[in-house]
């Protein structure tokens, strides 16, 4: 991932056009005057979804119920008395909770030329790109996304948080720490490094303990240092994803960091010994590679996107097939929803479950549910999302068709609800 040369001029550019949306008048206070912050949208009213065939996101089903939103929360279900709320109809559909991406790349994303963007880009085009992404993952039924490697992901998340920009709900690691491939960094200085990510805001860190695919895919990281940084951060309640591959995806695990992603190269012993420390394990077989070959030449000459790194990865694509299948086969392995998606990608996030389906031997509704209730509890966040229950927030969706059957369904999203704000319906009988 590229790093922003400026991310102050991107909060700059994003505070901007939140302003400008709330029609804040410019010049209305004097300078270094204290002036209270905008306040948030006001909480959406009720809303009662009808429903006949609905999916919990732990693997059970209701059947035809009301579904009763207030104050963005599931508020109860079977609801007896909705009157004075909006009716959405969503028969003849199936809903299910919003999807959880706990691994994406929202800054990502291809510039007016259609290549990727790199710094050279303009404070504003940057800040709108990302959010263009997050719109796009939140239209494809993605209604919270973990991205992961970037400064400028903090002012979306805020802003989302905070003003209501049409985003899924935003976690972040700010930008990531890079193992270097020495010992040189002490283990009090790589401390020291997640303390400062915890200082600037960051919800969990991302660590990469191996060089790109693209490179080599050679380890960065000692187990010292890994343990170092994955108990930095638990010490701190922030939780750890590392990139990793080969014999790395046992390692990391081992140092009790919290979830591991990619693993190509990794046997099934080190993919079973990575699960038995209780990590979540991460393969991505159904979205980033075929994104990148699909759009190759957007991305060629920037960074290390060269075409023997697209060959790489192309040619490796079996290989991670097989580390998805020794992951789903691993004893007790929980492996969760994370598509790695960068500019192309965004809103096509689903693309990743369908491949686990076809390509790992994972049934639908264990895909599924590895982007509900796992994927929440993933992210720390398994007591309010994720599952269809009073009291849980109002992160729903909808599709055409039976996803626990065929779970190509999940490209026909036809209705997102975040927090009980309604962002698209287009179903038959919507809006
Ligand atoms: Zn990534």
């Not at 598509?339 to 076809?358: K, P, Q, Y």
Request: hydrophobic share 45%; proline share 5%; charged share 20%.
């Amino acid at each position: 991932m590229r790093r922003l040369a400026n991310a102050v001029a991107l909060s700059l550019a994003l505070g901007a056009l939140s302003a400008g949306a709330v029609g804040v008048a410019v010049g209305a206070a004097p300078a270094g005057a204290q002036v209270t912050p905008v306040p948030p949208p006001s909480p959406p009213g009720a809303v009662l979804l009808l429903t006949d065939h609905a999916l919990d996101g732990r693997g059970g089903s209701l059947g035809a119920t009301r579904v009763l939103i207030l104050d963005g929360k599931i508020a109860s279900i079977d609801a007896a008395n909705g009157a004075a709320a909006r009716v959405v109809d969503l028969r003849g559909y199936t809903l299910l909770p919003g999807l959880i991406d706990t691994h994406v790349h929202l800054d990502s994303h291809f510039d007016r030329a259609g290549r990727i963007a790199t710094e050279k880009e303009s404070a504003a085009d940057q800040a709108l790109g990302i959010a263009l992404a997050a719109w796009e993952t939140l239209r494809g039924g993605v209604t919270t996304a973990q991205t992961v490697g970037d400064p400028s992901e903090r002012p979306v998340r805020d802003i989302v948080r905070d003003h209501g920009l049409p985003a899924p709900r935003i976690l972040t690691s700010l930008a990531p720490i890079v193992g270097r491939g020495d010992a040189t960094p002490s283990l009090d200085s790589l401390r020291a490094l997640v303390r400062a990510r915890k200082a600037d805001g960051a919800d969990l860190v991302k660590i990469f303990a191996s060089t790109s695919q693209r490179v080599g895919a050679r380890p960065t990281l000692t187990f010292a240092q890994l343990a170092a940084l994955c108990g930095e951060a638990k010490r701190l309640g922030l939780r750890s994803m590392v990139h990793a591959y080969r014999a790395q995806v046992e390692v990391a695990a081992r140092a009790g960091c919290t979830q591991i992603e990619h693993m190509t190269y990794a046997t099934r012993d080190e993919i079973a010994a990575a699960a038995s420390y209780g990590a979540f394990l991460s393969p991505q077989v159904g979205l980033v590679v075929q994104n990148y070959i699909a759009n190759q030449g957007r991305y060629l000459g920037v960074g290390n996107y060269t075409p023997q790194g697209m060959k790489t990865m192309l040619d490796d694509l079996p290989r991670d097939f097989e580390v998805c299948r020794y992951a789903a086969e691993a004893r007790g392995a929980n492996v969760v929803f994370s598509t790695d998606a960068t500019a192309g990608a965004h809103g096509r996030n689903v693309e990743e479950l369908i491949g686990r389906v076809e390509h790992c031997g994972m049934s639908p509704t264990q895909a599924l549910i590895s982007a509900n209730s796992m994927a929440a509890s993933a992210i720390g966040m398994g007591d309010r999302l994720g599952f269809i229950a009073p009291g849980y927030e109002a992160d729903l969706i909808a599709v055409d068709g039976d996803p626990a059957t065929d779970i190509t369904a999940l490209r026909r999203v036809v209705f997102v609800m975040k927090g009980g704000v309604v962002y698209r319906w287009e179903g038959a009988r919507g809006p």
